[in-house]
């Protein structure tokens, strides 16, 4: 959901990766920022906008230094409505896939712990308020990567793990199985935390990706 592989904007980041902004960014904007509210609260929705943006972008130059610290080049990174991902130039092994996908939540459970240990220290409300969102945003967003399904971060982590103990084809049976219960009960689940806690989720895993795995490594 919201995610676009057609950028709007370029510009480049660190290590000179190229970073591109999807359209899509726009229906985020939106949706977090209220424009009926009053000046204070329009300037806290652009703050927790800007957060949420900037610990994605994080989180993908977490997977593009996985990359280049094993000499991958990163062939750009592409933020839109629905997170992001880091498009390295090369394919790259299993090993280096690993530290690859795990530098991303790992900066993400930086930014939470960091951001955490820094906020009671803070007197001033507002600025206490920034990071304990930094700290909340970061740690939703590693939990949310750590889920075993595909394309986050936790499916490609488990399946990559589940190769280190058995053949290519079950690891991929198992990973992918795994995923599609999850993607299944996913939209239902999702439902219920709405109307629990008004928690909105734009990311829907993809049955049909899924099924396609089993299908693969069956075959």
């Known amino acids: 959901m919201f995610q676009d592989t057609k950028p709007i904007f370029e510009f480049r980041g660190p290590w000179g990766v190229p970073v591109q902004l999807g359209a899509s960014l726009f229906l985020l904007f939106i949706v977090f920022v209220d424009?009926?509210?009053t000046t204070r609260e329009f300037a806290f929705d652009l703050m927790f906008f800007a957060i949420l943006v900037g610990s994605i972008y994080l989180h993908e130059l977490g997977h593009a230094w996985g990359c280049l610290i094993q000499g991958v080049s990163v062939h750009h990174i592409?933020?839109?409505?629905g997170g992001g991902y880091c498009q390295p130039s090369r394919s790259s092994t299993r090993y280096e896939k690993e530290l690859i996908v795990a530098m991303g939540p790992i900066v993400n459970l930086f930014l939470w712990a960091t951001a955490g240990l820094i906020a009671p220290l803070i007197a001033d409300p507002e600025i206490n308020w920034v990071f304990r969102t930094i700290a909340w945003v970061n740690g939703f967003l590693f939990l949310l990567n750590m889920l075993p399904v595909h394309p986050l971060d936790g499916g490609k982590l488990f399946e990559l793990l589940l190769h280190r103990f058995m053949p290519a084809g079950l690891a991929i049976s198992i990973s992918a199985g795994l995923g599609l219960l999850l993607a299944i009960i996913w939209?239902?689940?999702?439902?219920?935390v709405y109307l629990q806690i008004g928690l909105v989720l734009f990311f829907i895993p993809s049955v049909r990706l899924h099924w396609q795995m089993l299908r693969t490594a069956r075959a």
């Open 78 to 81: 592409m933020l839109h409505g």
């Open 187 to 192: 939209l239902p689940l999702m439902v219920f």
């Open 35 to 37: 424009f009926g509210g």
